[in-house]
């Protein structure tokens, strides 16, 4: 059996029972004082995430930020970042200097600080991050704190980076650029925390697979209404172009790394102005409830199938 | 350019040079109260790491084993373990879960604990470790606290994974496993700096390569006794049958992960007395000086030129 076969859920599943840890949130958080020490990390492989369209500057900077995105949607504030490469001894010197120059520049917006790595032969180029940062123990978000009717809510707008991929898919190399072009949601997550909200994830896979997996941990459900996502232009225009549902767009591909968190309707509105005051942008999506995860589209209920990407399945291999 | 024209060591400059930022030591660390906390990341790969003749498990317990070394070389204690995977997806997954079985023997056996990770698809199996550390700030040892005429020492004795590595390369397939059996010296560590020492680094790369980045950083040179060494018997054996100078498989090749530390000459005798109460093993194996570094061999000082192991070179291929 390879890992083909299993598909990447089952492997953490497999992952989890032999070491008997359960880390439910995007990045892993320990006490020290009265703040929480926040760990997290990710991958990316030249092969899956750097299409030969963007520059490497841009894969840097993307590297970096989905690292940045775990320690946001915990509330926190990045504070070192860490990169291990393996690569082929081919690997062309000025790629890998201006991959570095992205993360660089992602680094220094975000006021953190390059604290080390470690460079290996490999067959392929891997770059592994490392982001560690901290959070206040009073203000962490967590996905456990999902609760029960509550508003739903996520920041700015979804669906570029899928509307991204689908045009660079048809042809159009532009949108491998708009695909990669995404921020870490720090600031924003550092708001939403102080006015209120207790959980929060980052949309890396999209609102479909979130909810999906919130309601797997915690049992809330989901009302998620259609009319008032916060749908980005370019989404409209890539929908009606190719004829892809805007709802797959902007819902089950996810790349967009804003955040979704729940907030209790009593301080919603008073959040949602101190975020505008702050001009930072929030939308109330839905809200949370005892029943299973729904879309609510032109005043029908349906039920969420998920069925978003996974690493090691065959969908990748579209 | 591509990276094998420039090598590991030319490559790790240009990125200092671009981020601007020093980590000499094992581990990076920043202040925590009265604590360290320490971070480190090393990478593995199948096709540089792990030879085909050595179980997945030994692979598994050798990777986070080098990884709890670079904390143990800084006094510290590991505490939690993180693992990035980019895999081949016709990996198989009883080779996968094995390496993991190994991975789990070792942070088992540190008391630590599993807390992230991420796994991807490429070309390769490389496996990207982390680990995060403690130490009280009095204990911390440091490569920039190697100063002139204090003792050198190191824990336990060097040779056994070099001598595996040549028996493996002339096909005694057994050699391999030797080449890999490796133990962070984390007692060994706490141990040393309790008693005094304040200076220590691993020795990965062996004896030289570490004396040569010591005397670099810090001007300090070393005179290492050749007849003071605690050579492995398998060095001993491995240097006859092959004809490989014992110099050769007990200073310049590395692979032991024993810790390399110095002392004051006025602490040497109760560190030693108290180590060895313990069941530590440690021994004196010269001196800091202010000159260059030598070797004294049968009565005569040798200038040591230092030719070790460095990835992306043309040595990595032999």
Redesign the interface.
């Known amino acids: 059996?390879?890992?083909?076969?299993?598909g990447?859920r089952k492997?953490?599943e497999?992952?989890k029972k032999?070491?008997g840890?359960i880390?439910d949130d995007d990045?892993?958080y320990?006490a020290?004082?009265k703040?929480y020490?926040l760990?997290?990390?990710?991958?990316?492989?030249k092969?899956?995430?750097i299409p030969d369209d963007v520059s490497p500057e841009l894969a840097g900077y993307f590297f970096a930020s989905l690292n940045f995105s775990d320690i946001a949607a915990m509330g926190g504030r990045p504070?070192?970042f860490?990169t291990?490469?393996?690569?082929?001894?081919?690997?062309?010197?000025?790629f890998?200097?201006e991959f570095?120059?992205g993360i660089?520049k992602c680094?220094k917006k975000y006021k953190t600080?390059?604290?080390?790595?470690?460079?290996?032969?490999?067959?392929?180029f891997?770059a592994?991050g490392?982001a560690?940062g901290k959070v206040n123990k009073n203000f962490i978000l967590l996905r456990k704190n999902f609760k029960q009717d509550q508003v739903v809510a996520v920041t700015n707008s979804l669906g570029k980076n899928a509307a991204g991929y689908y045009l660079w898919k048809n042809g159009m190399k532009e949108g491998a650029e708009k695909l990669l072009e995404i921020e870490p949601r720090i600031e924003e997550g550092i708001a939403i925390s102080k006015h209120g909200a207790k959980a929060a994830m980052d949309l890396s896979d999209g609102v479909y697979s979130s909810i999906d997996q919130i309601k797997k941990l915690t049992g809330t459900g989901f009302k998620i209404y259609f009319d008032k996502i916060p749908i980005h232009p370019l989404a409209f225009e890539v929908s009606g172009d190719l004829k892809i549902p805007l709802e797959e767009i902007s819902l089950n591909f996810g790349g967009d790394y804003e955040l979704l968190f729940s907030v209790d309707r009593s301080k919603w509105q008073n959040l949602k102005e101190k975020m505008e005051k702050n001009n930072f942008k929030v939308s109330e999506i839905g809200e949370t409830w005892k029943g299973e995860n729904i879309l609510v589209k032109e005043g029908k209920e349906v039920k969420i199938k998920y069925h978003g990407y996974e690493?090691?399945t065959r969908s990748?291999l579209l």
Not at 114 to 122: H, L, R, S, Y
């Open positions: 059996m390879n890992l083909f076969d299993l990447e492997i953490i497999e992952l032999l070491y840890t880390v990045s892993y320990f020290e004082g703040d020490i760990i997290t990390t990710d991958v990316i492989t092969k899956t995430h504070k070192y860490l291990s490469y393996s690569m082929r001894i081919d690997t062309d010197f000025d890998f200097m570095n120059r660089k680094i600080k390059m604290v080390g790595g470690d460079t290996k032969e490999g067959d392929d891997t592994t490392i560690v690493h090691f990748t």
